[in-house]
């Protein structure tokens, strides 16, 4: 390593510890949902019945705000494989919907470890608007593992790749 080198490095970590503070990383392996993912804050937890794919379900988040983006993770079992398909559409276009976006036909394939393979796991970047007005992005997943459905999301203002790239890389489904 060059002299020159060394200035450049610690320019660049005091940039990156300059954005650490906002956001404390943690291990949260909600309850009940057979996941281990990776929140920037402490998230809480809530559960409410919803219709989802026709079928009334109780669908569980955990949720919490940091650095101007809100992440969460939702789950929910339908309790027949039949339904996943139609499940994990409908999560995604409630996502949507939720900003006032349409589905992007660029939608890749989820790839979340221990999910069950399935056309309709897909990962979205959209972009949208709150209620309020405002705009937003957002970066969805939207997977299975059995009978259940999950949906990992981050919306804000503007999403910053190297957390998103934490978030949606730490997730794992687990037995």
């Not at 954005?19 to 920037?40: H, S």
């Not at 999950?150 to 890389?169: C, E, K, P």
Request: with cysteine; glycine share 10%; proline share 6%.
């Amino acid at each position: 390593m060059s002299l020159r080198t060394v200035p450049a490095i610690l320019a660049l970590a005091c940039v990156v510890a300059a954005c650490t503070p906002a956001l404390d990383w943690r291990e949260v392996r909600p309850p009940g949902a057979g996941l281990l993912a990776l929140f920037p804050c402490k998230p809480a937890g809530h559960a409410r019945r919803i219709v989802l794919a026709d079928t009334p379900v109780e669908m569980t988040i955990f949720a919490c705000s940091a650095g101007g983006s809100t992440y969460a993770v939702g789950f929910a079992d339908l309790g027949q494989v039949q339904q996943i398909e139609r499940g994990l559409a409908a999560l995604a276009q409630a996502a949507a919907r939720n900003i006032g976006s349409t589905l992007a036909a660029d939608a890749t394939q989820a790839r979340v470890p221990g999910m069950t393979p399935n056309p309709q796991a897909r990962r979205l970047s959209l972009v949208g608007q709150l209620a309020d007005g405002r705009a937003v992005q957002a970066q969805v997943a939207v997977f299975s593992r059995g009978t259940r459905v999950y949906q990992a999301t981050i919306v804000g203002a503007q999403l910053h790749a190297d957390a998103v790239d934490s978030f949606f890389g730490a997730l794992r489904l687990q037995g």
